[in-house]
């Protein structure tokens, strides 16, 4: 009821009348059934405007953070994300991130759309980032259609570090349905999983128009921090070790200008790709 009174009644009109959101391809979401929209991530107000937009109710894999703040800005952000349709993801790795997996798993069982971002985490630059496999794993094993919806121009709205946005319009691209059910008998194959992120994200790039950087984006932020970034970063979270041995596929970011060497290619979430 909450989730419906903010983006009917209060919250909702209030932001489309001040930001004045254009949108293409909304008619690629379906009308009912479970669904993945995957998106890249430019600013903390993509949860909020992409949701805004789509018919139908959207719940996101939030970070964990959110839902552990202390004093009363931090219970009031917790209930804030409790109450619009947020789930806690753990990205601990391991068994944590696993369970943040099966969250969105029974979102996905029950018919609902389930909103992710395969980058794990918000662009330190602008430019798209390399995925992580969870969006692929979830897509397989529940042998559901995946929506790429690329964010425009939420980075100038409300940039890192910004509390408060500023005034101006921004946009959003839903792409084509990506269909993978003829891997579900695949879906425990770390090359597919890889394939699969590969494939959403070349979508991604294409529909948002970014330069594509084959890293991971919370290596970039570590690094930009002056911290030591160990290997086993860029796999948190949500992702898989690397595999044995495999290619991507041939409509990967790398196709185009800017994307994975071959040799690149060929390291998985386990963070060669970032050494």
Known sequence: MFYWVMKRIFLGPVLKLLFRPWV?????IPAEGPAIIASNHLSFSDSIF????????VVFLAKSEYFTGTGIKGRLTALFFRLTNQ????????AASAAS??????????????????EGTRSPDSRLYRGKVGVARLALQAGVPVIPVAMIGTD?????????????????????????????????????????TDQIMFELMRLS????????????????????????????????????????SEASPGAGKGGPSDDTRKADDGGAAAG
Do not use: W
């Open 50 to 57: 992409m949701p805004l937009m789509v018919r139908r109710p």
């Open 101 to 118: 997996l099966t969250a969105g798993m029974e979102v996905l069982t029950h018919g609902g759309l389930l909103g992710i971002y395969p």
């Open 209 to 248: 128009g970014q330069e594509y950087v084959d890293e991971y984006a919370a290596v970039v932020k570590l690094r930009l921090a002056g911290k030591v970034v160990e290997p086993a970063a860029a796999a948190d979270p949500l992702a898989s070790p690397a595999p044995e041995s495999g290619s991507v």
């Open 156 to 196: 100038k709205v409300q940039p890192i570090g910004k509390r408060l946005p500023n005034i101006r319009r921004i946009g959003m691209i839903f792409g084509e349905p990506l269909d993978f059910r003829h891997y579900r008998d695949q879906a425990e194959d770390r090359d597919i999983q890889r394939k699969v």
């Open 87 to 94: 789930l806690p993801m753990d990205r601990s790795g391991g």
């Open 24 to 28: 293409k391809g909304l008619d690629n």
